[in-house]
């Protein structure tokens, strides 16, 4: 049995649009989440590697006739990072959302690299 997808939020940008949202959007886009979480290969219509954005995928919702996309990365295969989120209006992804997310990427592996650094540190400083 595959273990389910972790999913977390780098930063407030995802929970802050999820908030501006009607309950019935939220509720698409809580459904899509859980698939991602669940399903070992989600399909394409739910999720998508980023075109010229390494290591960026887009989690795709629609309700009617309204595009949502949700930027995120993986991070070691089952953890999912929620990155930043917007409403589509036009069919490609604006590029400043595509750079948003790219930032938040770099910025969530940077913290985490500080992070198992400062880890390492004090472990080694236990064993004196």
């Given amino acids: 049995m595959k273990s389910e997808r972790k999913i977390i939020f780098h930063g407030q940008y995802f929970q802050d649009f999820f908030a501006e949202q009607v309950p019935k959007?939220?509720?698409k886009i809580s459904y899509?989440?859980?698939l991602v979480r669940t399903v070992e290969r989600?399909?394409?219509k739910f999720l998508k590697h980023v075109e010229d954005a390494e290591?960026?995928?887009e989690?795709?919702?629609e309700f009617g006739s309204n595009i949502y996309r949700i930027f995120c990365c993986f991070d070691h295969g089952n953890l999912v990072v929620l990155l930043n989120a917007f409403q589509k209006k036009s069919q490609k992804a604006p590029r400043a959302e595509i750079e948003l997310a790219l930032r938040l990427k770099d910025e969530h592996f940077e913290q985490k690299k500080k992070s198992d650094e400062k880890r390492s540190s004090n472990k080694k400083s236990k064993d004196f």
């Fill in 32 to 34: 899509v989440l859980q």
């Fill in 42 to 44: 989600v399909p394409e």
């Fill in 25 to 27: 959007v939220r509720e």
């Fill in 55 to 57: 290591g960026l995928y």
């Fill in 59 to 61: 989690i795709r919702v």
